[in-house]
């Protein structure tokens, strides 16, 4: 998926607690963290967001493995950080899992826009920034095994600091209170230095991929889901979530929770091919305030990680300015009175209206003194040259420290995206997310939405 944008509000976590198991499904509730006990981050996530390419009338638009990002701070000289990350990481969606046996615990990250399950080796310990975490003794476990003749034992992955890499093993795994994968294959981190000082300072040990199988750094084996399904554990690839609005919320493995739902309003919208990542056509309209602000083929990726909303940048320009916004380019946000209005959004999936108050899209720092529009700007396509000499910018009139608390919390610049000839995408997270019920169903390749019944 794409990038996470942490919430300036709060973080939110998944207990591993299950519940009403009785209708086949794995379900965590999700809960808030207390802000201060949670470090304000901008981890780069463990898979590569989409780099969606312009496609000709004779060939599909294809998928790249990495996305560039230039944070605001380094605009000026023009540096660029090779990201391949997922914001889902900031939102901090988190559950405990058991491997191995006797059991040890790990909180992991439930990610939709990656499809593999990492944990720490012991050898991660030798990092610095391990020190602190929950990590995997094959050894102390009875049913770990190795892995067959001819396997992948090996693997790499990639983050704007750094490289970050490890092997292969097999064990059960536990999900929820006693749903077990017997010898499911995945991955050990042993050497950690690509995530940083973030890593250390973050809440979680590893990462639980629920997305695309076609994701997985190990294609020779199956996911977790799909070996949930395999035993049975599950009776379908697809997995929902509910965000709560300063409440606890739920993440469901294996279908929807019905009761948390008005199952006869659930709209469902085909992906966009090749289906790799939750990208689904939207109207021609993108509206602000009642008032069309984007018109033309438009289409939506929906990320349960993000938290802010990204648009193109000449449409949230307008936007913002509409606002009386003046761009902080240190975090690539516009702040706006903490007085100012903001209306609502409107976006269309399947034919049918989806709003954003504009309550949800202000943001305060954690001072409480500084606001923000929580809508933000993305590059589409080849290099935007359009000139910001318009746009009042704020760079020079914002404390340092305002600055680096902002950028914690959000810290993510210009996306460089391209997308299908002709498409206008959108990126909307968790503040779009909250608003319905959100069904992502990898068998059908579908997104679906539903509204949320009444109370909760």
């Known amino acids: 998926m794409l990038f996470r944008s942490l919430s300036l509000v709060?973080?939110?976590?998944?207990?591993?607690?299950?519940?009403?198991?009785?209708?086949?499904?794995?379900?965590?509730?999700?809960?808030?963290?207390?802000?201060?006990?949670?470090?304000?981050?901008?981890?780069?996530?463990?898979?590569?967001?989409?780099?969606?390419?312009?496609?000709?009338?004779?060939?599909?638009?294809?998928?790249?493995?990495?996305?560039?990002?230039?944070?605001?701070?380094?605009?000026?000289?023009?540096?660029?950080?090779?990201?391949?990350?997922?914001?889902?990481?900031?939102?901090?969606?988190?559950?405990?899992?058991?491997?191995?046996?006797?059991?040890?615990?790990f909180m992991v990250v439930l990610d939709t826009g990656s499809a593999d399950l990492w944990v720490p080796h012991e050898k991660c310990h030798e990092e610095m920034n391990c020190v602190a975490k929950n990590v995997f003794i094959p050894s102390s476990s009875t049913t770990n095994k190795e892995l067959p003749s001819g396997s992948k034992s090996s693997f790499a992955i990639h983050y704007g600091s750094g490289p970050v890499s490890g092997v292969f093993t097999i064990d059960q795994v536990t999900l929820g209170q006693d749903d077990v994968v017997s010898d499911q294959t995945f991955g050990l981190v042993e050497h950690s230095s690509g995530l940083g000082a973030l890593y250390q300072k973050a809440k979680f040990d590893g990462i639980l991929g629920l997305a695309f199988p076609i994701l997985s750094q190990n294609p020779g084996a199956h996911t977790v889901?799909?070996?949930?399904?395999?035993?049975?554990?599950?009776?379908?690839?697809?997995?929902?979530?509910?965000?709560?609005?300063?409440?606890?919320?739920?993440?469901?493995?294996?279908?929807?929770?019905?009761?948390?739902?008005?199952?006869?309003?659930?709209?469902?919208?085909?992906?966009?091919?090749?289906a790799r990542y939750w990208l689904a056509e939207m109207s021609d309209q993108v509206k602000f305030g009642g008032e069309v602000v984007s018109t033309g083929k438009h289409a939506g990726i929906i990320d349960s990680g993000t938290s802010l909303i990204?648009?193109?940048?000449?449409?949230?320009?307008?936007?913002?300015?509409?606002?009386?916004?003046?761009?902080?380019p240190q975090v690539n946000l516009f702040a706006i009175s903490c007085d100012k209005k903001v209306p609502d959004l409107e976006f269309n999936f399947g034919g049918k209206p989806y709003v954003v108050p504009g309550k949800d899209?202000?943001?305060?720092?954690?001072?409480?003194?500084?606001?923000?529009?929580?809508?933000?700007?993305?590059?589409f396509g080849e290099e935007d040259e359009e000139s910001m000499a318009d746009v009042e910018t704020?760079?020079?009139?914002?404390?340092?420290?305002?600055?680096?608390?902002?950028?914690?919390?959000?810290?993510?610049?210009?996306?460089?995206?391209?997308?299908?000839?002709?498409?206008?995408?959108?990126?909307?997270?968790?503040?779009?997310?909250?608003?319905?019920?959100?069904v992502f169903d990898v068998e059908k390749k579908q997104i679906c939405f539903a509204e949320l019944k009444e109370g909760i």
């Open 10 to 105: 709060a973080v939110l976590a998944i207990s591993s607690a299950a519940a009403d198991n009785d209708d086949g499904l794995i379900k965590m509730k999700l809960h808030k963290m207390v802000p201060e006990e949670d470090f304000m981050m901008n981890l780069l996530s463990y898979h590569s967001p989409p780099t969606i390419k312009s496609s000709s009338a004779n060939s599909l638009a294809s998928v790249a493995t990495e996305r560039k990002l230039v944070r605001g701070a380094k605009q000026q000289n023009h540096a660029q950080e090779h990201i391949v990350l997922k914001n889902k990481l900031n939102a901090q969606y988190m559950g405990e899992i058991k491997i191995g046996t006797p059991a040890q615990s």
């Open 225 to 274: 889901v799909q070996n949930l399904l395999a035993e049975n554990v599950i009776k379908s690839h697809v997995f929902s979530f509910y965000v709560g609005k300063d409440k606890p919320g739920e993440v469901a493995i294996g279908g929807m929770n019905e009761k948390l739902m008005k199952k006869e309003t659930l709209n469902c919208i085909d992906i966009m091919e090749p």
């Open 310 to 328: 990204y648009g193109p940048k000449a449409v949230v320009m307008k936007m913002a300015l509409q606002l009386g916004g003046m761009f902080m």
């Open 361 to 379: 899209l202000t943001m305060k720092d954690v001072t409480g003194t500084h606001c923000f529009l929580g809508i933000s700007m993305m590059m």
């Open 394 to 438: 704020m760079d020079k009139e914002v404390d340092l420290g305002i600055t680096e608390d902002i950028e914690k919390l959000v810290g993510v610049g210009e996306s460089k995206i391209p997308i299908p000839a002709g498409v206008t995408a959108w990126l909307v997270g968790d503040k779009f997310m909250m608003q319905q019920y959100n």
